[in-house]
């Protein structure tokens, strides 16, 4: 769902073309083919070929002739784009029909095959997705590249960014200039190109433009970001359910509240250490830290997930382990039906699973600081985090004893 729409929001963008990469053929390529069909641009990949022949399985390069702005001394120009993947020898993704796509190293894919692009373009442009020191190899391999344009494909480094000016093997490599954008569309990364009467370029301008919250939305992608961004808490709501040990919507509720303390006191040290550590609820913590659970209750912690409610993403996996108690952990949040305790950022979402609290745990139970909280408010998920303000509203301690 999140890819169809991806594709509707380029298509709606004017998109020309765009750089395939192995992520694109993750859930194989006859769903590629199905979505490709969908798409109004072209994709181009010269380094993802088949095993048995080294040919590319899409279109290497494509020529895309484009007007220039009134009062130019030129009419029109053609750009010329290959696309280029990092080349993964691990990587084998078998066809029906007995067929296999690999990977090939994009240095000899782009010497072999940049040549003739230039016979037919007056600019060359490469589309990658590789590691940015790799990429800045790719001029230096083929001298006729303009532009390399990209990003980095690897997991571990998200968001790389270059400089806009001309820095000597850095952001310029002969004729080549680099721009790498980082990643999650945060930033638009545009190129300026002056050509002279020949149709050399005479100079570029690149620049980074933050896409923050002053530029507005444009409608037609609002709503094909709200409509995809429904239908996928639908689907998590749905796996959620059909997953739920407990009874669905619309059975009795499960008691709000934690079953009482046993008058026969604590287990033995023993017992208590054999059974596993749960999770039990910020109201357990009530009775014993009024005034700490008085500030955290007049919290935005402790509507946290109300937030996701308001934007339709409470069955989002990618959202919850921020906004319940123990997602994804040994007895944490499952749903909203099964563990209705653990919605919200809770006090153990800091200080840790509360069960053996205080009866073996005393006050060496949950000791945490503030730098925990960047687990969560991280530059991607809460940008406008400042610690000096944030901190304050939810401050529940004693600061001189935390300062011992």
């Not at 380029?10 to 020309?16: E, G, V």
């Not at 990587?91 to 003739?116: C, M, N, Q």
């Not at 053996?356 to 940008?383: A, I, L, Y």
């Amino acid at each position: 769902m999140q890819t169809d729409a991806l594709i509707d929001g380029m298509n709606a963008m004017d998109y020309k073309v765009s750089n395939l990469s192995l992520r694109d053929l993750a859930n194989g390529y006859d769903a590629f083919l199905e979505r490709q069909k969908k798409a109004r641009f072209e994709f181009v990949s010269a380094n993802i070929v088949w095993k048995a022949t080294g040919e590319p399985v899409i279109a290497a390069t494509t020529v895309v002739r484009t007007a220039v702005r009134d009062g130019a001394k030129i009419k029109e120009v053609r750009i010329g784009f290959i696309g280029l993947t990092r080349h993964d020898p691990a990587f084998l993704k078998e066809v029906p029909g007995g067929r296999s796509i690999v990977t090939i190293d994009p240095l000899a894919a782009v010497e072999k095959r940049v040549p003739a692009l230039r016979q037919k373009a007056d600019v060359i442009v490469a589309l990658v997705a590789m590691d940015l020191d790799q990429a800045r190899l790719l001029p230096k391999k083929a001298r006729e590249i303009d532009l390399v344009l990209g990003g980095d494909s690897n997991p571990g480094k998200t968001g790389v960014q270059t400089r806009t000016d001309d820095f000597p093997e850095d952001t310029q490599i002969g004729r080549a200039r680099v721009l790498y954008a980082g990643d999650q569309g945060k930033f638009l990364g545009e190129v300026r190109l002056y050509f002279d009467a020949k149709k050399a370029i005479a100079s570029t301008q690149r620049a980074l433009i933050g896409l923050t919250r002053e530029w507005p939305d444009d409608p037609d992608l609002a709503k094909i970001q709200e409509t995809v961004k429904v239908a996928i808490n639908d689907y998590n709501k749905t796996q959620t359910e059909s997953q739920s040990p407990f009874a669905p919507a619309g059975s009795p509720a499960p008691p709000t509240s934690p079953a009482p303390r046993t008058p026969a006191g604590p287990t033995s040290t023993a017992a208590a250490l054999a059974q596993a550590l749960t999770y039990t609820g910020s109201d357990r913590c009530a009775p014993c830290h009024e005034q700490a659970f008085a500030v955290w209750a007049r919290s935005g912690h402790a509507r946290a997930f109300q937030t996701l409610i308001a934007n339709k993403q409470e069955y989002n996996p990618k959202c919850l382990g921020c906004h319940t108690v123990g997602y994804g952990l040994s007895h944490g949040y499952l749903s909203p039906l099964a563990t209705p305790l653990l919605v919200n950022v809770g006090c153990e979402s800091c200080h840790g699973p509360s069960s053996r609290h205080p009866d073996q745990f005393q006050q060496g139970f949950g000791r945490t600081d503030t730098s925990f909280c960047v687990t969560c408010h991280s530059t991607e998920n809460s940008p406008d985090f400042k610690p000096a303000e944030y901190i304050p509203k939810i401050r529940h301690w004693d600061e001189k004893r935390a300062r011992r």
